[in-house]
């Protein structure tokens, strides 16, 4: 078998259509569970016309799309709501499928994964799997770059790439050309955070870390922040946000301990308050240790 | 006065695998004077400074911050105390530009790959060869002697090499003329040539200044000074 580029990593979506949002948490969880998969950014989207939403969707299959559609009929009746799920494929194991026009490169890792997915979660009629699909993965990291660009960002998967290696910036921080690094007090340390009714329809309002879903989340009963996860989650939470992760981060975090000395939380001075950019978890676990003071890195352009 | 002091010699011993060359190590080191500053010149500044954070980032305290800025091929590391520099690592990824002298690029990486491992003061650093040490000098000299006399201290250490045969001129000469080139004198000042067009743009510019003299001198002063001009 001519399997190629074993150890490079690549970007790959899984697009969850709408029929399977309503087994949103589970496919995440088996996504995050998987260990060849790193889950970069969760987005959420209602498409204006499902019909033009599909064709965008595969106009850089492999295949054309007047194959494709009939295989992708079903797909005109589903909810109009799907979520993107950006991850980066540790193992991509990159082979050549197909025969002739439909020749193409694919992850046999992301191939066997989507399957599973699909046996899982897609409609079963009279004991059989239909084909249904109730997600699509990427073939290639271009098909990951056209999906990128038609969701507004125009650099297309270069958009995950971090600015600087210096501090440990998250791929979304950029422009930056300042950093401070600097001993600040907790309570001049605030936070924004989400409000509103759901994942489309919210506001951001700043407010002091103590008072955030996630330290509430510590410090009262954690469901709270399961809750607001849950909410907002693919809407203006992004990031692959986890209860149990989190919880396990903080039974033995010590801020800025080998290897994470350069794991600085990131701020951003507006109003003689330090908002935090990233490293919330960070904060809100160091200050529940019963630490009044912080090393942060105050960025500015 | 400052009681902030960075001990250098943990820093510099974590250092030692990577690529880099001090260029004008200070005789002090690795012991300095508050608002001094090292110019390190390296193959991966972002490498090197996050290797310098992880070591000053235990320092901070409410008296001392760290500053970084980064301008992609160059990185200041500010230690400060307070609001004054007290120590500065100025990291190179590439050759300054220089305005006096043409310098191709490779010679970066010559210094790099040519650095001799030294001990200073009981400190393991990277240095640059002493060709390069006095190359590095002259370039020094030649950008700088005409804003600032006390340049010429590089050519007196030039000397004192040649004179004491701690470097062999011929190399010198030969490093030196591969890798830099004095810039052209060329006059950029565009003129036409057509004659009626120049002698418009010399009347249009003899306007511009009698205009810039009344505005400042007056008209009566203007004048006087334009008669005396033509009686001459």
Known sequence: MNTLSLKRTRIDCILI???GMKDFDYILNDIIKNENFNIIKIHKHKPK??????????SYDYAPFWHLKAKTKYLLKIPREVCFVFVRNLLPNEDYLGENSFRHKESLTLKAFKEKLRDDYNPYENRGRTHNHVIHATDSQEQTEHMMKYLGYETGVKYFESENRFVDLPYYIKDYKNFEFKLVNTDDIFCNIIKGKSWDSFFSTTVHVKESPQYRGLSEDITLYQEYINKYLGGPLQENYNVERYKKVCEDFEYLKEPYQNSFVIVERKENK????????RVCSHIYQGNRKIKVCQISK | MSDIKIDLKPLFE???DKAYCIIKLPDEFPQYKAGSDLDIFCYDVEDISRKVLKYLQESITSNLTLKIINMESQIYIDVMDKDKINFRFDLYGALPTYKNILIKEAFFSSIIENSSVIEKNEVTVKVPSQIDESILRYIEYQEWYGQNPNKIKHIDYLEKKIANKEIEVNKLLDKLYYYTELPKVEENRQVSSNGLTRYLSYLFSM???????????????TMTLIIRKIKK
């Open chain 2, 14 to 16: 974590k250092l030692i």
């Open chain 2, 207 to 221: 306007f511009k200044k009698v205009f810039k003299m009344v505005k400042e001198r007056g008209l009566g002063k």
């Open chain 1, 49 to 58: 016309n499902i019909k033009k939403f599909v064709k965008e969707m595969y």
């Open chain 1, 274 to 281: 330090y908002i935090v950019l990233d490293g919330l978890h």
């Open chain 1, 17 to 19: 259509w709408g029929h």
